[in-house]
C-alpha cells in the first residue's frame, strides 16, 4: 500500500486536491485554474486600520502589531525568494498587492470547536493576494503558507483559489533542557525561526537542573556536583545561585531571545525547576535540601516558600508615646518584602504562563508538594496575573483529608507510570499540555530514549497505526486517550533532555535531533494531514529556504572548495597583508601581527607566532567537511590552530599538547601530539555525527585517524565511553594565541571522503565504574 502511494505521490502536483502539499497541509480550493505570480508583486499593503492590531489571545505579552509581522514578512521574501517587496499602509488593496488585513475570529476554530485567533482566510486572484488574519499571529501564519507555496513552486506561482485555515491546538512546539547543557541566545534565536516556519508557536525552555546525582557521595562533593540556573541577575538577594556567568542568560540576554522569537509569533516559556530537581538551589541554600534527598527542597521548612517566592526582612522599631517623649512601648516586627528566586527573574518573562517544574518529588512528601504548588499558583497569579505548568506528578486524590493542586494549574503530562492525563487530569478538569515520552530524546545516551525524534512514530504511532496528534497520549491503548476535540488538551510538545550533562554533545547536536522530525510533528500539532511520503518529498527543498537561521551552517561556495589558501602571495598583497582565495569565492584573508614580529607569509608559507593571527570572513562550516593544512610546529607550547563561532582545534590547552576540539567551554582531547619542527599533512573531517582527526607525516603515505568522542558521566559513579561528537569546522581565525609555528596549504571542501562514514563508532561502547 505504501508503495502504490509513493507512486501516486510522482503522479501528482502538490497542489491537488482540496489542500496544498506543504508544512503543515493548508486546506486550498481552487477557482479559475489561473495563478498569481510573487514576481508580479509590487507591495505589501497593511490595512491602515489594523497596523497597531496585536494578537492578545496568544501566550505572549509582546505581540507584534500586523505592520511589524508585515516587514518581517518583506524581509523573508527577500531572503528565501529574492523579492525585495516594499511594506506600505493603506486602506485597501492595489493591484500587484498582498493586502493584510484583519477579521472575524469567530471564523476559524480549533479542534474543540472554539474560536482561535491564529486563524486566516488567504485568497489568491490574478489581481493579487488577500491575508485576513483573525489577529495579526494569524496574519503572520499566512504568511508562512505562501511563503511555502512559493519555494514549491519554483520560487513564484501560487494557485487562484482560497483557503481557510486554523490550528488544532494552541500549544506547538518543542522543549529544550537549557539547565544540563547551556545554549547560547543566538542559537535559541535561530530555533524560534526554524519552529515559527512550520507554524509552531512555543519553545519551552528548562533553566536550571542537574543530571541526577548520586546520594552516596560525601556531602562535600553534592556541593561541587555540576548543576546550573541559567538565569544571572546582579540582585544581591540572589547572590551565589548562578555560579556558572559564562554559561548564562543575562537580563538583556533573555530580553533580546523573547523579542526575536515574539517576532516571529513564538513565545518562550520559561522553567524553574522546584521543589525537585533543585540542586542548583540546595547547593546555595544547603539548609533548606530534604534531609533522604539533597537535590530535593524541604517545603516544610519555612524558608522554603519564601526563598522561592520573596523574602520577609524581619527588624524592631520604635513606637512614639507622644510628641515630647518616646519609649519603646513593644518591640514591633515589620516585615517589608525583597526579592527573591521568582519575584527576581519573574519581571524578565513576557509570556502569560510561567512552569514550576514540580517534577519527580519525593512520594512521601504529596501533601506538602500540593501545598507547595497551590502557594506558588496563588502567589505567582495574585501578584504578577500569570499562570503555572507544573509536570504530571500526583495524580489528584479524593481523600477528603488531602489537599489537590488548583485546577487552574495545568500539568504536562509526559510519562503513564506517574500519572493518566485523561482519567487522573483531564476527567477531573486539569487541562493537559502532551509531552508524553514517546517523543523523548535524550541527548548523546539512553538506556530508555533514542538520540534523535522518531519521524516514523509521528506518521504512524496512533494505536490504530495512523498519524500522532496532540489529544493521543497512549500509543497502544486508545481508551487512555480523550476524544480529539477535547477541550482540555492544550497542545504537545516533544522533549530534548541533556541527562548526562553539558560535555555531552556540541550545541548543534540538539537542532539535528529534532531537525529531520519535528516538522512533520508540526503538521499533526496544527492538524494537518500530511503523509510521510509527501514529508519527504517536500521537506529539504522547504528546509533550504527557512529565513531567520542557519542552524545546518552553510556556506556559499560556487564549487565544492570552499576557501584555498596556498599563500603564494604577491609583494602587493604582503604590504596590506592580505591572503588571497583561491577557489574563486573570494573568501580572502587577513593578517593581523605584522611582519616586524615574525608573523606573515614567506615562500608560500604562514609563520604564525604568539599574538598573531589570520582573520578569514567566515566563522564555522556544518557537517560534511574537510578542512586540510600541513603545519610546522616550531615548539611544544600548546596553542590555537584554528577557531570559529561554534568550536576550536588546538594543539594543546594548559599543561597538555594534545591535539582537541574545544566547544562550548569543554574539551575533547585525543590521544596525540603534533611533531615539532616536522611538517605533518593534516585533515578535520567532519561526517554526519562524527569528527576525525587525520594526520600523515609529509611525503608518507602512512595515515593515522584519530576520532572525536565524548565520555558522559552517570550519577557520578560510572561511565558511557567513545560516544561520537559533531564539530563545526573552525575557520574563522588561524593563530592567534600562543601557537609558534608554520602552516600552509589550507583548503575548506564541501563534503567528506566515504571511507570515514564506516569509522563512525556506535553511540554506546560500554559502561566502565566510576575511579
Known sequence: MRLISSILLVLLPLHCGARWTQIPTVPFESTTGGSFSLKQLKSIVVDSNYQDAVNTDGETLIPPTLLQFSKTFSGDL???LGLDIPVVVGNS?????????IGNSSHYLDAAGRPTSEGYLLGITSQGITVTGASSLGAWWATRSILQQ??????MNLDQGSATDAPGWGIRGTFLDVGRHYYPPEFIIEMCSYLSFFKQNTFHLHLSDASNLNPNISYERKLEFYSAFRLNSPDSVVSGLNKRPNESYYEP????????????????????????????????KPELALSTDFSLLNISNPETIPTMQRQAILFPTIAYNDMHSCSILEEVMLTPLSSSIWSTFIPWFHSKTVHLGADEYSSAEIEEYNRYVNNMHDYIGETFGKKVRIWGTFPPSHLANETNVNTNVSFQHWEFFEDNPYFDFIKNGYSVLNSDDSFYVVAKYSGSYPQ?????????????GGPMAPYIFDRSNATNNPPRDSPYVLGQLPALWNDFGPNSTSVIEAYYALRNALPALGDKQWGGDLLMEEYNSVFEKLHAAIPGQNLDRRVASKTSTILSYDFSNTLFSAIFQKVYDKSGNGYDAS?????????GVFNSVLTLRSGCSLTTPLTSKGRNYTLSFSVKPASSTPGTLFSGSASSLLAGN??????????????????YTLPVNTWTDVRLVGINNATYFSVTPEGSNDESVYEFTATLGIL????????????????STLGGDTFTGQIKNVQMVDGADAKYAAMVAPLVIGVAPYT
Open 591 to 599: 593578517l593581523k601581527g605584522g611582519i616586524l614580529s615574525g608573523c
Open 93 to 101: 488593496a492595489s493591484k500587484d498587492s498582498i493586502f493584510m488585513t
Open 452 to 464: 534523535v525524534l522518531n519521524l516514523t512514530r509521528v506518521f504512524y504511532g496512533a494505536p490504530d
Open 253 to 284: 540576554d533573555f530580553e533580546n531571545m523573547q523579542q526575536s522569537c515574539a517576532s516571529r509569533g513564538v513565545t518562550i516559556i520559561p522553567e524553574i525547576e522546584a521543589p525537585g530537581h533543585a540542586l542548583p538551589i540546595t547547593q546555595w
Open 78 to 80: 527577500s531572503s528565501s
Open 716 to 731: 557520578d559513579n560510572s561511565f558511557v565511553w567513545g560516544n561520537v561528537m559533531a564539530f563545526e569546522a573552525p575557520i
Open 150 to 155: 512559493a519555494v514549491l513552486n519554483d520560487g
Open 654 to 671: 594548559g599543561s597538555i599538547n594534545n591535539v582537541m576540539m574545544v566547544t562550548n567551554g569543554h574539551s575533547y582531547i585525543l590521544n
